[in-house]
């Protein structure tokens, strides 16, 4: 697109606010070619006349050739831009915790081997990714336990367990990358992690439940399935795998 174009871009800009989605609307019109008239909102009265003039409930909203195009999602899709959908399911958050789990366990053994690839670095991916998987749900873990009361069959006959899951969860994944008092974390990681397998299984695969996964916090997208075995399976093979003597 010529540089000569111009848009127009009406957004809040108040001393205590400034839209987010205006920033980006501006951004992705310039780096479309567009000179921007940037028209600032600076109270929350002339904010309310200006959507009342134009009959919109939301600002920003942009201007192209004299047509409304409208906020930024509007203006994304304007330019072929995928837009997020709130409620789509997504592994995203799994992924990004395991890729991160998987690098810190990398780190540490070459910090203390001289080498990637080790059965050091097994033992510390599972280790990290248990002690990160715990943390969106002690973020929050009212509402982890709310999303896990849906599927855990532990946690349905006794509902504290699903306010302890979060904690035993992040306690047997320090201790576990510690490798200190194993007699506790051993059986801890053992007892959830086979009862959350039994549980997910018999959710997904026995009833065939379309529900989200507790894995990362209450507000998760992600689906039950997979990645829940994957989380519950690690747990019981690291807690086996001590418990016969793994080598240091």
């Not at 205006?22 to 000179?35: M, V």
């Not at 366990?105 to 002690?131: D, H, K, N, R, Y």
């Not at 943390?135 to 302890?164: H, N, S």
Request: aromatic share 10%; net charge positive; hydrophobic share 50%.
């Amino acid at each position: 697109m010529s540089g000569s174009k111009t848009a127009v871009l009406h957004r809040m800009v108040m001393d205590k606010h400034v839209c987010p989605y205006g920033l980006k609307s501006k951004y992705l019109l310039e780096s479309q070619g567009y000179k921007v008239e940037d028209h600032w909102l600076t109270t929350r009265e002339e904010t309310d006349a200006f959507k009342a003039k134009h009959g919109v409930k939301t600002t920003p909203q942009t201007f192209i050739d004299g047509s409304r195009i409208g906020g930024n999602d509007d203006l994304r899709r304007y330019f072929g831009r995928k837009v997020k959908d709130a409620d789509a399911v997504s592994y995203v958050p799994v992924i990004a915790l395991f890729a991160m789990a998987a690098l810190m366990a990398g780190a540490i053994t070459w910090l203390s081997m001289g080498s990637l690839l080790s059965v050091m670095t097994i033992e510390t991916f599972i280790a990290i990714a248990m002690c990160l998987l715990a943390v969106p749900k002690l973020q929050d873990v009212d509402a982890f336990a709310t999303m896990f009361l849906g599927y855990d069959l532990l946690a349905r006959r006794w509902l504290p367990y699903a306010y302890i899951y979060p904690f035993a969860e992040g306690l047997a994944g320090v201790l576990m990358l510690a490798r200190a008092l194993d007699w506790v974390s051993i059986p801890v990681a053992l007892f959830i992690g086979s009862v959350g397998a039994v549980s997910v299984f018999y959710a997904v695969y026995v009833q065939k439940r379309d529900i989200k996964c507790a894995c990362v916090g209450g507000s998760s997208r992600v689906p039950l399935g997979f990645v829940s075995l994957t989380e519950n399976a690690m747990m019981v093979a690291m807690a086996l795998w001590m418990a016969v003597g793994s080598p240091n």
